[in-house]
């Protein structure tokens, strides 16, 4: 597993590590208007899968922004950010700052995602940052766990390989 700090604390991540290669577990999360979406709901599309504590903090709010920008001009790449606020709290989070690119996803019903993808903090009961990029064959191209979950990952690395994922 991932070794993973918060505010310098260790913590514990539940789930499996999701590495380059693998097949790109399912998982079940909340659009914003409450209905499931799974990752076949993309199926077919290269996914840029941002993950974050919570949207309303300054990182998190920085990321999203950042690929909010980088998914205008990627083709035929979907941003999704995942994270563990309430499906209301991230709709009005992306209505009051313009996001219209990347959808938000919640994953506070039972943290399917970040069991899936091993980024689950277990003493937080929030997401760890990381960043995934899937193909359209559902494989995992591009993984990074931000050691430290209050530092930003690495936005140039992550675009790059959403833009050569096929």
Known sequence: MATITFKGNPVTLLGNEVKVGDQ???F??????LSEVTLQDSKGSVRLISVVPSIDTGVCDAQ????NEEAAKL?????????????????????????DNVQ???DHRDLSFGEAYGVAIQELRLLARA????DSNDKVTYAEY???ATNHPDYEAAVQAAGQAK
Do not use: H, Y
Request: net charge neutral; hydrophobic share 45%.
């Open 24 to 26: 790109a577990p399912d």
């Open 28 to 33: 079940t999360v909340l659009a914003n208007d």
């Open 64 to 67: 999203t922004r950042r690929f």
């Open 75 to 99: 083709d035929n790449v979907k941003v999704l950010t995942v994270s563990v606020d309430l499906p209301f709290a991230q709709k009005r989070w992306c209505g009051a700052n313009g996001i």
């Open 104 to 106: 938000t996803l919640s």
């Open 131 to 134: 960043v995934f990029v899937v």
């Open 146 to 148: 931000v050691s430290e």
